[in-house]
């Protein structure tokens, strides 16, 4: 009877040399490598451990194997092969370098950007190859992304367009909720929502066409709600709903949508220190007498140092987000939802009570906050006590 066992035990070990094996020789190169095999070694172990019979631990472990085979098989990246890319935004920040990105690793890039005689459109004509077309494309001018799209569907022709990257955005003036203008709320909603919408529905036959892929860039600020960033966090929120209730839309038609949630990222979003000045003079011009009153202009003018902050402790390397929309674009199951640098975030918000969430989120993003003039200043009521 032992002998039996320990030629059953060999057997099994064999079979599971075999199936693990084959997945690690197939895919030496997955990131997720490493986890696999200790996560195989961990389950087979238990299985010993809790004296389950060979059988069943075969059955476990062949079962480890092929779920591990069929996870890979789906995160192997397709050749770019001079595939079709649309990315808006790509003046500068993460879809100028995306634009670089992708022209390197073989796609044909079409640079969607603000101003076509700029600096970043000159850039990318200058530092990448012939295949990279730059288009003069404000999205939220109709008349520019129609011819954007006579452009491309003149040069791609019966190569289809594989994917659009919905990438451009604005920021605005970070402070409170009730001291944005109007005017900036619309704006972050003409940018970085209706303007992604009326792009991604010129582009979408096309992408039908290829069953291709849509990626749009949201943010952090979408899923995790960050003071002072109402008008950005509400438009980036409208985005990442509108791309999940597409990505139900478009598996009919064999198009994937991806949402890139980035967080903590050094880009040129923020803007310059003229901009915060007449973001700035803007806010103080809008407010009502009452509402100035009580915040201040040196809380309001002391908002800036947010800007400060996200231009100095952000992370200058765009490789996590750069990545991500690579694997978007070119895995054969590209994930729905990719968050480089804000995972951790949107798991506290989304799983920790609300009261659990603020607390933390206060103590670790809130220290050094300013209080509004009113509730600095004692009230005539505390100093008569």
Known sequence: MGDLSSEMAWIFLAVLAVLGGTVLCKYNRSPGLVQGAIGLAGLWGGVYLLNLSLCCGLILSSLTCFLMYTYLSGQELLPADQKAVLVTGGDSGIGHSLCKYLDKLGFTVFAGVLDGKGAGAEELRRTC???????????????????????????????????????????????????IPMSQYRRCMAVNFFGTVEVTKAFLPLLRKSK?????????????????????????????????VLRKELSKWGVKVSVIQPGGFQTSIAGTSDMWDKLEKDILDHLPAEVQEDYGREYIHGQQSLLHMINTHSCPDLSPVLQDIEHAISAKRPSAFYAPGSYLWLCLASFLPTIVFDYISKKLLGAGERLPRALSVPTWKDKAM
């Open 129 to 179: 190859s012939p295949r990279l077309l730059v288009l003069q494309m404000d999205i939220t001018n109709p008349e520019q992304i129609k011819d954007a799209l006579s452009k491309v569907e003149e040069k791609v022709q019966d190569r289809g367009l594989w994917a659009v990257v919905n990438n451009a955005g604005v920021l605005g003036f970070p402070c409170d909720g009730e001291l």
């Open 212 to 244: 291709g892929r849509l990626v749009n860039m949201s943010s952090m600020s979408g899923g995790v709600p960050c003071s002072n960033l109402a008008a950005y966090g509400s438009s980036k929120a409208a985005l990442t709903m509108f791309s999940s």
